[in-house]
């Protein structure tokens, strides 16, 4: 009956009982049954959000359909996957309005996190292309919920506590093909990545890869890359995201990812990477979810597993997030995924996490040595900055960091407390943040 | 909710005042957890709860008498309104055995305590943090229990019966909560401050860098022995003919 449920990251499990209900009705039910529940999608956040200790975790899975309207309006029910949607969407000539870096997340999980992508500085994030939701709220109510309702606002980046979202009405992006054209730039330290990105604000979607590890004159050295879309004027056909090559087992060892061999990747990928470059063709998959192509690839961290530290710093504050990034260098914190992107204008959900500015991402083994202090110094910076750091990733932050970081936290409990006035919906994430009400487990 | 780096937010100290409790709870703490300690004398708990300081987040005392069995589910079900992560049974006594022979009253309270209070406390831990849905208990056994000894034997009849349930509760696991059930040989603590160091004794820290090695990543209930090297020496000791034990046992 208890079934260990754990993140992307494989850190901090906790037991549940999964329902799969089969329809609306049945979700109804689950939340009526008087035990605590989440949705979890394809468990792709990092850390616990959608795990429930002790209580029950809702898989949607079955909540799969796709219903085409005019325009490129598509009502698609929570449980499908983003990949589905988007090998149904490219050979009608659209495309989703955002993804994030891996195709492997439902809608109801890139509505709960309000997902971004690397249009964030030019479309926003998910939730801004949603035109209606329909959810089961505490009561076990359905709402269909718009963007003239408090309650569509709490819903985007709620993280799944303010109810069941079971389907969504999103407006997708006409797309000219199957392919991205593609420009990389390779940068020689942090001043000229983020010009590159600047420089690159014109472009449809951009982001920076950046070495974690080179030291000296070469700190923030990286890779920019932008892209647009592109007809495939001679293209073959296939789905527009492929299943994923390779698999990686269950075998590797403990601390194989550690500083010798990132740095070594690193300036791999670096040197592999070519200085400026213009005009290539690269397939959707490649250019927005090139990790999908080894499936179970968070398994090469080992069994102590690893987290993702996503903050984002105003845009005024560069200077505090390049003292951020070098911390984290100066430490010699082995990440092979080391991201920089320019966030544009926020959503109006009290929640969601992007803020004009920077966003810098990591992702890092738990197990290096004083991980926990250098982390704290990361969030004392970016607090001091006015930033913040991704729900859908963090798997530790301190909960009093929570209204420091997300000042209208306060507005978001009392729509969310109106939204379950009995408590129906918890998760790990929700109680080790203080976001539910206090005196409940 | 104990996070992915292994740091709990709000940890139990049973036996508050206990040095090898406190050992665990300052290994186990960040600053942003919160302290509950719990014992018989709040002075005593109070200047514990100094001890430790600024290291932690917030410091609770709360009154509890581990012999009085009757009031234990009060008591817990208060501090468990809000979640706890770990809780760390370490209250005890040690009665001095040649006393205890001469006035068995005073031998039967102390099996009240680490006995009949130990079980009442570890029963009920378990059953709330199976409630609340997770959590981790850390159970302080003997190496005193696994083998009657001359010297200690009155001591070990209370700490057995909590070593079987510890024993118990490892071996048919409620997936919720992890336990740990540690079996420490002659530790160097207040408890046993002039007493002769037996062979295989440890400081409070080593039992405390055990203890917070598995709960880092527990991902099952377990027992251990530290130093680790007793758990084949027990199993020797309860082997042994008596004369030998006797002739070991000063
Ligand atoms: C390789 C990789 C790359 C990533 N890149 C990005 C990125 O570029 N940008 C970005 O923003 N994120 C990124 N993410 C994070 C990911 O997009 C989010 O964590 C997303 O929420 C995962 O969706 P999921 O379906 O797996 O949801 P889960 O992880 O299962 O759940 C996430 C949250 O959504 C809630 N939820 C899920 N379904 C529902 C529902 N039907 N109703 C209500 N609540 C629901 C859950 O309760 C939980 O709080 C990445 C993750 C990975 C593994």
């Not at chain 1, 979810?289 to 069994?303: E, F, I």
């Not at chain 1, 738990?366 to 004083?370: E, F, L, N, Q, R």
């Given at each position: 009956m208890w079934s260990p449920q754990m993140g992307w990251g494989r850190t901090a499990p906790s037991v549940s009982r999964v329902i799969k209900p089969l329809d609306v009705a049945g979700i109804e039910a689950a939340v009526m049954s008087g035990s605590a529940v989440i949705a979890r999608g394809l468990g792709r956040s990092y850390g616990d959000a959608a795990q429930n200790a002790g209580g029950a975790v809702l898989d949607l899975a079955t909540l799969n359909s796709i219903a085409w309207g005019e325009a490129g309006i598509v009502t698609v029910g929570a449980g499908l996957c983003l990949r589905d949607l988007i090998n149904d969407a490219v050979p009608r000539g659209w495309f989703v309005p955002v993804t994030p870096g891996t195709s492997w997340v439902t809608i109801g999980g890139a509505i709960a996190a309000d997902v971004h992508g690397k249009n964030h500085h030019r479309d926003g994030s998910f939730g801004a292309h949603v035109l209606r939701i329909g959810i089961v709220d505490g009561r076990g109510d359905r709402l269909d919920l718009t963007p003239s309702d408090e309650r569509f606002w709490a819903t985007i980046g709620g993280m799944g506590l303010t109810g069941i979202i079971i389907d969504a009405t999103v407006q997708m992006i006409p797309i000219p093909g199957r392919h991205m054209t593609v420009s990389t730039r390779r940068t020689a330290d942090f001043d000229s990545t983020v010009e590159a990105l600047m420089s690159a604000d014109s472009a449809r979607y951009s982001v920076a890869w950046l070495d974690s590890l080179a030291t000296g004159a070469a700190c923030g050295r990286g890779i920019v890359t932008f892209g647009e879309h592109s007809s495939d004027a001679g293209a073959g056909k296939g789905d527009a995201v492929a299943a994923p090559r390779i698999s990686a087992p269950e075998i590797f060892p403990d601390q194989l990812l550690n500083r010798r061999t990132v740095a070594a990747f690193n300036s791999l990928w670096f040197r592999l990477a070519p200085s400026h470059r213009d005009g290539q063709r690269q397939s959707l998959a490649e250019f927005?979810?090139?990790?999908?192509?080894?499936?179970?690839?968070?398994?090469?961290?080992?069994?102590r597993g690893f987290l993702q530290y996503q903050c984002v710093v105003p845009a005024g504050e560069l200077e505090i997030l390049r003292r951020i990034f070098t911390r984290f260098v100066d430490a010699q914190v082995p990440s092979f995924l080391t991201v920089l992107k320019r966030f544009g204008a926020a959503s109006n959900a009290p929640l969601s996490f992007p803020i004009p500015g920077w966003t810098l991402t990591l992702d890092i083994p738990?197990?290096?040595?004083?991980l926990p202090a250098i982390l704290a110094a990361a969030d004392d910076l970016v607090t001091h900055a006015g930033g913040r750091l991704y729900l859908a990733k963090d798997s530790r932050m301190p909960a009093r960091l929570m209204p420091l970081m997300y000042p209208r936290l306060g507005q978001w409990q009392a729509i969310r407390d109106a939204m379950d006035p009995n408590g129906v919906f918890t998760s790990d994430l929700g109680s080790r943040l203080g976001l539910l009400r206090p005196g409940r487990g | 909710m104990i996070n992915a780096l292994g740091q709990p937010q709000r940890i139990l100290l049973i036996g508050g005042t206990s040095d090898i409790g406190l050992a665990i709870v300052s290994k186990l703490a960040t600053r942003d957890t919160e302290v509950v300690l719990a014992g018989r004398h709040l002075d005593a708990l109070h200047a514990a709860g100094a001890h430790l300081g600024d290291a932690v987040r917030a410091i609770d005392v709360v009154q509890l008498d581990v012999a009085d069995t009757a009031s234990h589910a009060h008591v817990l079900g208060e501090q468990f309104s809000r979640d706890i992560d770990v809780v760390i049974l370490a209250a005890g006594v040690l009665p001095e055995q040649g006393q205890a022979m001469a006035d068995p009253h005073s031998a039967v309270e102390s099996l009240a305590v680490n006995g009949f209070g130990a079980a009442s406390l570890t029963l009920l831990s378990h059953q709330l943090l199976a409630k609340q849905g997770h959590g981790q208990l850390v159970l302080l056994s003997t190496v005193a229990a696994a083998r009657p000894r001359p010297s200690n034997f009155i001591y070990g009849a209370g700490k057995v019966m909590l070593d079987f349930l510890g024993q118990g509760l490892v071996e048919s696991p409620d997936p919720r909560v992890n336990v740990l059930l540690v079996r420490p040989g002659f530790v160097h603590t207040k408890m046993t401050v002039g007493m002769p160091a037996a062979p295989f004794s440890v400081s409070a820290a080593r039992v405390a860098d055990c203890v917070a090695q598995w709960s880092a990543s527990a991902r099952r209930s377990r027992v251990i022995w530290v130093p680790s090297l007793l758990a084949n020496v027990s199993r020797v000791l309860t082997m042994l003919p008596l004369a030998v034990l006797k002739r070991l046992d000063r």
């Open positions: 927005f979810h090139p990790l999908d192509a080894v499936a179970h690839w968070n398994r090469v961290y080992g069994t738990t197990d290096v040595p004083g | -």
